[in-house]
């Protein structure tokens, strides 16, 4: 079956760095574009990055451009998005998302990996 299982959450101090992976299986990886989400207490889910199903394009939330950066190994069926001067702002459940590049109706989401930025 589909599992995308998100890992590499925890907790980190402010100006600190975080890697997130996702690990996907159960579809083929490489026909799907994949972005990561997060959901902040209170808020709304909202998009941080977005990389095509063939790593060549991507795309940043404004709060994520120059401090986070997507990345993706079709070889090993895995998303990434590295972090770095992680902001109290950045307190959020961060979950990963496989949209297929074509059909847009056909997509997964992973359960989330909880990241806290806290001193």
């Known amino acids: 079956q589909v599992q995308l299982v998100e890992s590499g959450g925890g907790l980190v101090q402010p100006g600190g760095s975080l890697r997130l992976s996702c690990a996907a299986s159960?579809?083929?990886?490489?026909?799907?574009?994949m972005s990561w989400y997060r959901q902040a207490p209170g808020k709304e889910r909202e998009l941080v990055a977005t990389?095509?199903?063939?790593?060549?394009?991507?795309k940043y939330a404004d709060s994520a451009k120059g401090r986070f950066t997507i990345s993706r190994d079709n070889a090993k069926n895995t998303v990434y998005l590295q972090m770095n001067s992680l902001k109290p702002e950045g307190t959020a459940v961060y979950f990963c998302?496989?949209?297929?590049?074509?059909?847009?109706?056909?997509?997964?989401w992973g359960q989330g990996t909880q990241v806290t930025v806290s001193p």
């Open positions: 990389i095509n199903s063939y790593g060549s394009i991507t």
């Open positions: 159960g579809f083929i990886f490489s026909f799907y574009d």
């Open positions: 998302k496989a949209a297929h590049r074509s059909l847009k109706s056909k997509y997964y």
